[in-house]
Nanobody, 119 residues
Framework: QVQLVQSGGGSVQTGGSRRLSCAVF????????MAWFRQAPGKEREEVAS???????RYADSVKGRFTISRDNAKNTLYLQMNSLKPEDTAMYSC?????????????WGQGTQVTVSS
């Protein structure tokens, strides 16, 4: 069984920064692919960024240059550093994981954490 436990989130002003963490608890080795998603009220869920075990990354255009996804394989932890935050970044953020190279499909999800950016 695999469990993803998120921390971080909260309220921040426009232009501020926030870091999200996602700890992976697994009986075997950690996932090959990990990602961050977000969903704002009334909008579809968006894949914000993903990262493979070899640290190759992909970002949504809406966050390129502002967000950085990273992972510490030794600690089985995923991070999302969010800088220059905008009100439109307000959403519920969730981490996800899969035991295969990133292909947009995920088997395990974190509990979600709210990020609210005020103007």
């Amino acid at each position: 069984q695999v469990q993803l436990v998120q921390s971080g989130g909260g309220s921040v002003q426009t232009g501020g920064s926030r870091r999200l963490s996602c700890a992976v608890f697994a009986y075997t080795y950690g996932p090959d692919c990990m990602a961050w998603f977000r969903q704002a009220p009334g909008k579809e869920r968006e894949e914000v960024a993903s990262i493979d075990r070899d640290a190759s990354t992909r970002y949504a255009d809406s966050v390129k240059g502002r967000f950085t996804i990273s992972r510490d394989n030794a600690k089985n932890t995923l991070y999302l550093q969010m800088n220059s935050l905008k009100p439109e970044d307000t959403a519920m953020y969730s981490c996800a994981a899969a035991y295969r190279w990133c292909n947009g499909e995920y088997d395990y999800w974190g509990q979600g954490t709210q990020v609210t950016v005020s103007s």
